[in-house]
Antibody, heavy 117, light 107 residues
Framework: QVQLQQWGAGLLKPSETLSLTCAVSGGSFSDYYWTWIRQTPNKGLQWIGESTHSGSTYYNPSLRSRVSISVDTSKSQFSLKLNALTAADTAVYYC???????????WGQGTPVSVSS | DIQMTQSPSTLSASVGDRVSITCRASQSINNWLAWYQQRPGKAPNLLIYKASSLEDGVSSRFSGSGSGTEFTLTISGLQPDDFATYHCQQYSTFPWTFGQGTKVEIK
């Protein structure tokens, strides 16, 4: 049974950097795209970006200048960094597994992130 | 980016009803369309892919149809567990995008 468990700081100030990590258990780590998605009440679900197990990354153009996704295959983990935070980055952040083509079939539990001074 | 527009935003229905949700794409996505169910406080769960294919373990009360730019999710015989929010997602063209969600609530 595939499980994704995520963690990271949930209360941040403007201009700070968001850092989240997701651990994958069960299933292959090499056959999928390891993905971050966020959700806000106003804008719904937004795909942030993804990484392969070998570190090839793809980012949403709207966030590309501020986002970085990395993988640690030795631990079956992947991480998200989003810098220069503003209140608009307040959201629930999910890690998930994406197939080829991009279907999101397993999700982490979500981390609420609030950006406020 | 391909814009995905769902209607209605909220749908009120009763247990046993048959309901339909529409998702429109701003350009053709062939049949590269998925539907997800999200219960309050939980992550989304994949229901349907390729517009009409049911994910393993998903009830046959759920069905999907459409191609090109217009798609429909139908739930037959609404059950208490089905009151949730439903999202469509296109995976035709990078970046992958979602509709804004349709909340199915109890009338």
């Amino acid at each position: 049974q595939v499980q994704l468990q995520q963690w990271g700081a949930g209360l941040l100030k403007p201009s700070e950097t968001l850092s989240l990590t997701c651990a994958v258990s069960g299933g292959s780590f090499s056959d999928y795209y390891w993905t971050w998605i966020r959700q806000t009440p106003n804008k719904g679900l937004q795909w942030i970006g993804e990484s392969t197990h070998s570190g090839s990354t793809y980012y949403n153009p709207s966030l590309r200048s501020r986002v970085s996704i990395s993988v640690d295959t030795s631990k079956s983990q992947f991480s998200l960094k989003l810098n220069a935070l503003t209140a608009a980055d307040t959201a629930v952040y999910y890690c998930c597994r994406a197939t080829r083509p991009r279907l999101f079939d397993y999700w982490g539990q979500g981390t609420p992130v609030s950006v406020s001074s | 980016d391909i814009q995905m527009t769902q209607s209605p935003s909220t749908l009120s229905a009763s247990v046993g009803d048959r309901v339909s949700i529409t998702c429109r794409a701003s350009q053709s996505i062939n049949n590269w369309l998925a539907w997800y169910q999200q219960r309050p406080g939980k992550a989304p769960n994949l229901l349907i892919y390729k517009a009409s294919s049911l994910e393993d373990g998903v009830s046959s009360r759920f069905s999907g149809s459409g191609s090109g730019t217009e798609f429909t999710l139908t739930i037959s015989g609404l059950q208490p567990d089905d009151f949730a929010t439903y999202h469509c997602q296109q995976y035709s063209t990078f970046p992958w995008t979602f509709g804004q969600g349709t909340k199915v609530e109890i009338k």
